[in-house]
């Protein structure tokens, strides 16, 4: 099971850090991405579980840091200097093999937790 957690409503410039409980598997790649109304869902970052690689949208890169804490099986999205072009629904996703930025690569998707940023 995957639940994220930690959205809620920041200015723009702010930060929010969110999280999301996973089985732990070591093989296993875990993915961010979000929807924003109107939109298709896009990949955001991404971190294998075993040796925490990471990968990140341009839109992000710099900004955002995707972490994993293999103790307590939590992965986190901390999200700074957030726009109001990051206001969207966020997930988190798993998958086995590579960290890839299509959304159908991911076979498992926990619920949504909203991000909005006001400007």
């Known amino acids: 099971q995957l639940q994220a957690s930690g959205g809620g409503l920041v200015q723009a410039g702010g930060s929010l850090r969110l999280s999301c409980a996973t089985s732990?598997?070591?093989?296993?790649?875990m993915g961010w991405f979000r929807q924003a109304p109107g939109k298709q869902r896009e990949f955001v970052a991404g971190i294998t579980w075993n040796w925490g690689t990471t990968v990140y949208a341009d839109s992000v890169k710099g900004r955002f840091i995707v972490s994993r804490d293999k103790a307590s099986r939590m992965v986190y999205l901390q999200m700074n200097s957030l726009k109001p072009e990051d206001t969207a629904d966020y997930y988190c996703?798993?998958?086995?093999?590579?960290?890839?930025?299509?959304?159908?690569?991911?076979?498992?998707w926990g619920q949504g937790t909203q991000v909005t940023v006001s400007s």
């Open positions: 732990g598997r070591t093989n296993y790649v």
């Open positions: 996703t798993t998958r086995s093999g590579d960290i890839t930025s299509n959304a159908s690569d991911y076979p498992w």
